[in-house]
């Protein structure tokens, strides 16, 4: 099955800071998302970029499906940006279970 | 926004006892999902469900699982007997499937399970 990794695995920012989380995935896959745990344990969808970059607000995300690999940034941080990011990937149809990262906890500090 | 629910938000049972997790998908949606997380772990894929039937299940899925979507709109997660690795967080998912193809999947809010 598919293997996802997640870097680094804690995170701690000043408020305004920007960031970089990357997420590795060990196949070719047709769905790679981004969530954000909110602190009640809500899964946050944040992307879903199989491939290509988009944004949405302060949050970016961009996927090199051919290198095998997604990057989601954050600029500006902000201390409700703090919790828990997972990617998570899968291939489709039959097989579209998605195979979650360990996940980064990000502490935003004011 | 079409959303998925889930109900009960939280859940405590005793060791022994049968429960039943529900979900409502959004209503396009024709892959449904069941996923759960042991607090402070990862995210793990119990048994995804299509077409009215389970179209792939993990390890964990035993036979103390099972699925079921009784009608047009739910989708049900039943334990019969529940044990005290069975707390966790069960989180529904759907998504669209068009032409052999899924897409983008919508989590749930979650059901926080608590087996005393």
């Known amino acids: 099955g598919i293997q996802v990794e997640q870097s680094p695995p804690d995170l701690i920012l000043q408020e305004g800071a920007n960031s970089t989380l990357r997420c590795n995935f060990s196949d070719s896959v047709n769905n790679l998302q981004w969530f954000h745990q909110n602190p009640w344990g809500q899964l946050i969808n944040l992307f879903y970029i199989p491939s290509g970059t988009k944004q949405n607000g302060r949050l970016s995300a961009t996927t090199v499906a051919t290198e095998r690999y997604s990057l989601l940034y954050i600029s500006s941080s902000q201390t409700t940006d703090s919790g828990v990011y997972f990617c998570a990937a899968s291939y489709t149809g039959a097989n579209s279970k998605l195979t979650f990262g360990k996940g980064i906890t990000l502490s935003v500090r004011p | 926004e079409p959303e998925v629910t889930q109900t009960p938000s939280h859940q405590v049972t005793q060791m022994g006892q049968e429960v039943i997790l529900r979900c409502v998908p959004i209503?396009?949606?024709?892959?449904f999902y069941w996923y759960r997380q042991i607090l402070g772990q990862k995210v793990e894929f119990l048994v995804s469900f299509y077409n009215n039937e389970i179209s792939e299940k993990s390890e964990i899925f035993d036979d103390q699982f099972s699925v079921e979507r009784p009608d047009g709109s739910n989708f049900t997660l039943k334990i019969r007997s529940t044990k005290l690795e069975d707390s966790a967080m069960y989180f529904c998912?759907?998504?669209?499937?068009?032409?052999?193809?899924?897409?983008?999947?919508?989590f749930g809010p979650g059901t926080r399970l608590t087996v005393t």
């Open positions: 209503s396009n949606h024709l892959y």
């Open positions: 998912a759907s998504s669209v499937h068009l032409a052999d193809k899924t897409y983008e999947q919508y």
